[in-house]
């Protein structure tokens, strides 16, 4: 049986690079330490989870260098949210996967390996945001081809238009959580 993969989905933290609509309200260099912190936090909590495969998937490619002992690194390549996003998990067809954002201060491994028990019921696992995006996307072997289309990113509809593209699948929620967007 092929181990289940958890892939950290993230922008490299670089001055600059990431954190922009919260740059503007703290400054550049406040947003990338913020950055920074909330990342390497969440490899270090997550990091001792066994039998899973665990990814980091880093944008911009040019800057896919990341000082990450026990992750494997992956470039999200071109194109919007929900290509890179079902890039990152097309590598791994015929295996669970669950793809978090870095940007949540209040994930716990206890999270990842609930929605991991989930899914062996389940089609699809979402972890719902506040701001009515998600968290967290988990998924089993039978994905539905355009998992990511018409979504409305960094909107308040982002989980629903997702959801749309998961017609007669089974869906399971995880607890509501805030990341740090603004």
Do not use: C
Not at 8 to 18: M, N
Not at 79 to 93: C, E, I, K, N, Y
């Amino acid at each position: 049986m092929s181990l289940p993969v958890v892939i950290v989905f993230t922008r490299i933290p670089r001055l600059g690079v990431g954190k922009r609509r919260l740059a503007r309200k703290i400054g550049d260099r406040a947003a990338l330490n913020l950055s920074r912190t909330l990342l390497h936090r969440l490899l270090r909590r997550i990091r001792p989870l066994r039998r899973v495969v665990l990814v980091v998937a880093i944008t911009p490619d040019h800057y896919a260098r990341l000082r990450a002992p026990g992750w494997a690194i992956q470039r999200q390549g071109r194109g919007d949210l929900g290509t890179r996003m079902h890039r990152a998990m097309a590598h791994f067809p015929n295996r669970p996967v669950i793809l978090i954002g870095s940007d949540i201060p209040d994930i716990a491994p206890s999270d990842l390996r609930r929605a991991l028990r989930l899914l062996r019921g389940h089609h699809a696992v979402f972890g719902p945001a506040a701001d009515g995006g998600y968290w967290l996307i988990g998924l089993s072997a039978g994905r539905p081809a355009a998992m990511f289309a018409n979504v409305r990113w960094s909107s308040p509809h982002a989980l629903a238009d997702t959801r749309r593209n998961f017609p007669r699948r089974r869906v399971a929620l995880l607890r509501r959580l805030h990341d740090l967007d603004e």
